[in-house]
């Protein structure tokens, strides 16, 4: 919305209504055609609506008894002595996260960009899975939820439809579609056209990446932080992609349409940040699942629309140990009757191993930012 006023600014100009480009109006409105100020303005606006209404919502969700419920001493044993005192803390906050994003993206992004509408289509519809989810564990008062193949259903239809949309509605660029397969140190495409099979590889992506990210989500902050350093990652990305020059210098695929995505992501970050200032421990509010399936699904869609998809597995390296500890744990259950880890996911593992919350989010945090800038890294890498 507000390039608009870069819009403005050349109507007024054609009508010498701004006394010549010295004019202090005419540098005023200029400035507003710039990515990287309206990325900047996305971030401080996410950021300041995150504050603005956190404390609101904190006390709207308090009044309606929306409180998470905590897995009994029988389900989680030792666990439940660490966390039971956790039971009632409102949930259900990633409303904030996203509507902040959703915001701020509208205010700042241009509306006609289709990667953006994208990128927000699956972060709400993954979102209002979240919503769902958390309601019937509120209302049910348990931690059971929508039922895994309702869930898994929803997850692949957003994600189909959005994996569609970016192979076939979004227009190529520079003579390359995003059906395009891009791996990390080659400089060409590996599959110069994925076909109707890039609708399935971004579903995939999208499913797994949003499942990471409500796995990671069991300390107070840990998936905030995570989300945040690997979005700041992805606006460095989406920047670069839609930059001639820099993609060019790099040899990284170039997309016109991605210049707008930095100002998703840096939205993400800004939510990210104003949202940690209740979720860091002693969190006095949960995103819940309305927030973790939201920030997968905008993680997943940045990688997508800026041709890093397999980088992310670098970038999110937290989120990947913690599913991966996950699928380690059922597998060798399963297989041989024994665990791999005193608990899964892996951030309950240290928890139990004598780490206090605290020591296992922050080293958590530190990771993800170490994971980022590697995979930062990897682009000169070629």
Request: hydrophobic fraction near 55%; include cysteine; charged fraction near 15%.
């Amino acid at each position: 919305m507000m390039y608009w006023l870069y819009e403005l600014r050349n109507y007024l100009a054609l009508h010498d209504l701004l006394g010549g480009e010295d004019g202090l109006l005419f540098k005023a409105l200029n400035i507003f055609k710039y990515h990287t100020f309206r990325a900047g303005g996305a971030a401080l606006t996410a950021f300041v609506i995150s504050l603005m209404f956190g404390d609101r919502l904190i006390r709207k969700l308090i009044s309606l008894k929306i409180g998470q419920p905590i897995r009994t001493a029988d389900e989680v044993h030792k666990l439940f002595e660490l966390h039971g005192k956790k039971a009632g803390t409102p949930t259900m906050g990633g409303i904030l996260i996203v509507g902040a994003v959703v915001f701020s993206t509208l205010l700042w992004a241009k509306w006609d960009n289709p990667m953006v509408w994208i990128v927000l289509l699956a972060t709400v519809g993954l979102g209002a899975l979240g919503f769902w989810d958390d309601y019937l564990k509120i209302s049910k008062k348990n931690s059971k939820g929508v039922s895994a193949r309702v869930k898994l259903s929803w997850q692949i239809g957003v994600a189909m439809i959005a994996g569609a949309l970016f192979a076939y509605a979004v227009p190529p660029d520079s003579g390359e579609s995003l059906r395009a397969l891009h791996l990390p140190f080659f400089k060409a495409a590996v599959i110069p056209d994925m076909g109707v099979f890039s609708v399935a590889f971004f579903a995939l992506v999208i499913v797994g990446a949003s499942n990471a990210v409500n796995l990671t989500d069991g300390l107070d902050g840990l998936a905030t932080g995570c989300s945040l350093t690997t979005s700041l990652a992805y606006a460095g990305f989406a920047y670069i992609c839609g930059n001639a020059r820099y993609s060019e210098y790099l040899d990284v695929p170039h997309h016109t349409l991605a210049a707008e995505l930095p100002i998703v992501a840096l939205a993400l970050a800004g939510a990210c940040l104003g949202f940690l200032w209740f979720n860091a421990h002693p969190a006095k509010m949960f995103m819940g699942d309305t927030g973790s399936l939201a920030l997968g699904g905008c993680i997943a869609s940045l990688a997508i629309g800026c041709k890093q998809e397999i980088v992310l597995v670098i970038v999110g390296g937290v989120f990947v140990m913690e599913a991966l500890s996950v699928i380690l744990q059922v597998a060798s259950f399963k297989l041989r009757g024994k665990r791999i880890f005193r608990m899964s996911p892996i951030h309950h593992h240290f928890e139990l191993g004598g780490w206090h919350e605290n020591q296992v989010i922050v080293r958590f945090w530190v990771l993800s930012l170490l994971f980022a800038l590697l995979g930062l890294a990897v682009l000169k890498i070629r």
